[in-house]
């Protein structure tokens, strides 16, 4: 669906909204299997077009297509297969232990649908962090609006017209547009916002729910930071941190952002950097440029941002230790290492968000947990090192996700909470936690008829009553 004028959008989007009110209510009562059928049809309108959202994502920003099929397409049919097998389980109502003082009363824990929600998505893994968000919707039974980034056109009216074609707009709607569309999106009373995005624009859709008092995840961003220990095996972690940060060209919110290594391992990580970036990118030395394994920038501002990026950073004194040249007739810039990085330097304060990898050295973990501390907390954070510094670090430290001696794959663990904390983000997706954000989890507690222990506590407060609170509040 897509809608022009900003007026007519903006009434467009309140007619879709109050349409999606009734659905919420229907499928507030929808089991297991019905939900489960709605999300086969989407698995199965993925299969059938595997190609169309490769060729998309080539269109929006060159991502190579074995990159699509690893980090827009699995995660999503990954998703549904883990909601496929455990929704039903994930829907019982959980009995929990009886309190002495509620004996007699039995509780259990019911999940509803919140009811009507709102996702609004970033351009980076425009797929992925669209139609992920509304497999957990789903799974909650709540109805869903998606509005997709307008800086990748092609996936966004692609995820428009899969949505049109599966569903009824009182159902699931998509609403494409710019900044406009989603300030109107955001005035509309919804039962829950899943945002993905940047934590400056987090901040505008938390304040635009506190008016409904409407619950948020906010899914942000931020610059997550790798250490390398004295301990760690270089070769192995450069190949991993390489992939890790060079993967969709750097624009991955859990992407390493800076990189800190022990003094001792600082020329060893180096080369086999390099080693590892000419082995994945450049393997028959015809330029980076040429590799179809590379994407991308996504378009001319952030091209330009990168570029100052590395200028600002030469022009106060770092050195480009690898890579450092772009064209800007293709968007390119190539995976670029810079070291004697300081402080004033932009890409140490911005999220960089892109190939560029700053590398700091340090002499004592303290002080490398430190600097991290001094920072935002961040959306994840990477250690690589086999001693028992891990779990110091892992103790001493605060971030959305750890992954020890690798990065970014924590993103494809259907067991795990995916978030930030603080500036890197609020609430958790993926799997029974992204059931979750879309759920409430009502107590119900059920009390028998008639005489039963709360009785004994009631007004006129005798001495036994007074006796009974006595011992409550000495024993529980
Ligand atoms: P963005 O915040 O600029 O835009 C995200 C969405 O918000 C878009 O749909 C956009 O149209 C909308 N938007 C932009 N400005 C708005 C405003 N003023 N009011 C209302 N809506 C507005 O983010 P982006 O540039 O698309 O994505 C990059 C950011 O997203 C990075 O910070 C990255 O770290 C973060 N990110 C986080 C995750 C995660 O899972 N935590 C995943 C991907 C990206």
Redesign the pocket.
């Known amino acids: 669906m897509l809608f022009s004028s900003s007026t007519h959008q903006e009434s467009s989007s309140k007619i879709v909204f109050q349409s999606q009110l009734e659905t919420s209510y229907l499928w507030r009562t929808s089991s297991s299997e019905e939900r489960i059928d709605r999300l086969v049809k989407i698995r199965n309108w993925i299969k059938e077009h595997q190609q169309d959202i490769r060729h998309a994502l080539k269109l929006d920003f060159g991502k190579p297509e074995p990159e699509t099929d690893l980090s827009e397409i699995l995660p999503v049919t990954a998703e549904i297969n883990h909601s496929i097998k455990n929704l039903k389980k994930w829907m019982t109502p959980k009995s929990v232990p009886t309190p002495l003082p509620m004996l007699g009363t039995s509780g259990k824990i019911h999940v509803e649908p919140k009811g009507r929600s709102l996702i609004?998505?970033?351009?980076?893994?425009p797929f992925n962090?669209s139609i992920g968000p509304l497999i957990s919707a789903l799974s909650a039974g709540c109805t869903a609006i998606i509005?997709?980034?307008?800086?990748t056109p092609n996936t966004s009216e692609l995820i428009s017209k899969m949505v049109s074609e599966l569903f009824r707009t009182n159902e699931v709607a998509v609403i494409l547009g710019?900044?406009e569309t989603?300030?109107a999106l955001?005035e509309l009373p919804f039962d829950h916002i899943f945002f993905?995005?940047?934590?400056?624009?987090g901040k505008?859709?938390m304040k635009a729910a506190s008016e409904h008092l409407t619950s948020v995840t906010l899914?942000?961003?931020?610059k997550s930071p790798a250490v390398v220990s004295e301990d760690a095996n270089t070769k192995d972690a450069a190949e991993k941190l390489v992939w890790g940060k060079y993967v969709n060209c750097g624009q991955t919110?859990i992407a390493p952002d800076y990189l800190l290594v022990h003094d001792s391992q600082s020329d060893s990580l180096l080369m086999e950097m390099k080693v590892a970036i000419q082995k994945m990118y450049d393997p028959e030395f015809k330029g980076i440029e040429q590799s179809p394994d590379m994407a991308r920038i996504v378009n001319e501002r952030h091209f330009n941002r990168l570029v100052n990026l590395i200028e600002d950073a030469v022009n106060k004194g770092a050195k480009i230790s690898f890579g450092g040249k772009s064209n800007p007739h293709t968007q390119f810039i190539e995976p670029t290492i810079l070291t004697h990085v300081t402080e004033e330097m932009l890409v140490t304060q911005e999220?960089i968000?892109g190939p560029i990898f700053p590398i700091f050295s340090y002499d004592k973990l303290e002080k490398a947990i430190a600097y991290i501390n001094s920072k935002p907390k961040p959306?994840a954070l990477y250690y690589f090192g086999k001693n028992d510094e891990q779990s110091e670090v892992i103790k001493q430290t605060s971030s959305g996700n750890v992954v020890i001696n690798d990065c970014v794959l924590h993103y494809l663990h259907t067991e795990l909470p995916f978030?930030?904390v603080n500036t890197s983000?609020i609430g958790k997706?993926h799997g029974y936690f992204g059931f979750l954000e879309f759920s409430n989890q009502r107590g119900v507690l059920k009390q028998r008829v008639g005489l039963n222990n709360v009785t004994l506590l009631r007004p006129p407060y005798g001495i036994k009553a007074k006796q009974i609170i006595a011992s409550l509040i000495k024993w529980f």
């Open positions: 609004i998505s970033p351009w980076n893994y962090l509005k997709p980034s307008e800086m710019e900044v989603s300030k955001l993905t995005g940047s934590p400056a624009v505008i859709v899914e942000l961003g931020g919110c999220e968000f959306l978030g930030g983000g997706a």
